[in-house]
């Protein structure tokens, strides 16, 4: 089949699980670090007055995203530092002897972090098991380790392994039943799938601008409901936690009434800089012919898959599935030398062992993924 030209490289790119990306991407990246450039390396007072409002328009265009109130929204370094942030600010009595509730297909670097913080805030970590064999975790053994002992559940919308995509309106309802806390983990879905913090109304939210948004590394945020704000003092406070950031009497701290309280020390504001050209570009969109385009191409390869005898790791049903195909590779086809050998005839994609993932998104073409199971078909032989 022999390799393809690097202009139509991005028919064939199906890593949107990881890393998003869509037309003059690094155009508009190159632009917006050298105009950040020209500001941060001008000798002259500009450059706050500059950089701060870009940082706020990056969060206004997460709040139309997920629809969140005013004050209810700020930038974190990632999701595993939003979901930290969170836990750590709660009232002790929250956790405290009670039960932090997460399924075994969460984000690995979450179920880390929980299980370090476990003893220190005086909580049970309680994962939920995979059936044997199963590739994710049913919603039905979710909710049935729900039980009032749970003090916070967070909950994984779609697994990075399998694309499964939870009931969240049912998991919700069955929170609240409950009285737990509830936290979502969007960050497979967000930018694809519509997403509402207030319906179902979730008390936090965490997600990164890579994947579906197509941004940088560093511009994670956390989504806080008022209610809960009102609950909260961060661990790590700083001069940006206060209503007024620029209250320098010591013996006068005071956290900010809405979400900036978790905003602590000086900003970090390149990330959020960097990631505002994709944020722009996806607000410019028809997020309906977005997911649409995603779900022909996700069906054709789920259809290839079948042809080829591979099985199919995500949920076929649509409803109950993200933007993503996960396939189970044979093991006589091992997932770093598949990968490998399907980069070497043009096509874009990663495994996680045995698995092989493909998120097809706005640069993938029909064409690129016929290329991609020919290219499948060509390897297994």
């Not at 500009?46 to 409002?53: D, E, F, I, T």
């Not at 003893?119 to 979710?142: I, M, N, S």
């Not at 956390?222 to 009497?249: K, M, T, Y």
């Amino acid at each position: 089949m022999g390799g393809r030209s690097m202009g139509n490289m991005g028919d064939s790119y199906f890593l949107y699980h990881s890393i998003g990306m869509y037309p003059g991407k690094a155009a508009d990246l190159a632009r917006a670090l050298a105009e950040f450039a020209a500001i941060w390396g001008r000798p002259d007072d500009s450059q706050w007055g500059a950089v701060l409002p870009l940082c706020q328009s990056f969060l206004a265009r997460w709040r139309a995203i997920l629809n969140a109130p005013e004050g209810s929204l700020t930038h974190a370094e990632s999701v595993t530092a939003a979901t930290h942030a969170l836990l750590t600010a709660l009232p002790e009595d929250v956790l405290r002897g009670r039960q932090v509730l997460v399924g075994a297909d969460c984000f690995p670097s979450n179920h880390f972090l929980l299980q370090g913080l476990a003893p220190r805030l005086g909580f049970t970590l309680k994962t939920v098991p995979l059936r044997q064999g199963a590739a994710h975790v049913e919603d039905d053994d979710f909710l049935e380790a729900w039980t009032p002992e749970v003090g916070l559940a967070l909950l994984t919308w779609v697994s990075s392994t399998s694309s499964h995509r939870i009931d969240l309106a049912r998991m919700v309802a069955h929170g609240r039943q409950m009285g737990s806390l509830i936290g979502a983990d969007i960050t497979q879905g967000a930018g694809l799938l519509p997403f509402d913090v207030t319906a179902p109304a979730v008390d936090f939210t965490v997600s990164t601008s890579l994947k579906w948004m197509c941004g940088t590394p560093g511009a994670g945020i956390l989504h806080v409901a008022p209610e809960l704000i009102a609950r909260c003092q961060p661990v790590l406070r700083g001069w940006f936690s206060q209503e007024n950031p620029f209250n320098w009497d010591i013996t006068r701290f005071a956290f900010a009434p809405d979400i900036r309280r978790f905003d602590a020390g000086t900003p970090a504001v390149m990330s959020a800089v960097a990631s505002l050209p994709a944020l722009d570009w996806h607000a410019g969109q028809d997020h309906a012919a977005l997911l649409a385009h995603n779900r022909r191409l996700t069906a054709r390869i789920i259809a290839g898959a079948k042809a080829l005898n591979l099985p199919l790791i995500t949920p076929e049903a649509e409803g109950k599935r993200g933007g993503s195909v996960m396939l189970r590779l044979p093991d006589r086809h091992p997932g770093a030398a598949t990968v490998a050998a399907l980069r070497a005839r043009g096509v874009t994609s990663d495994s996680r062992g045995q698995t092989l993932r493909l998120s097809p998104g706005i640069l993938t073409t029909e064409a690129g993924t016929e290329t991609l199971l020919a290219a499948l078909a060509e390897v297994l032989a």
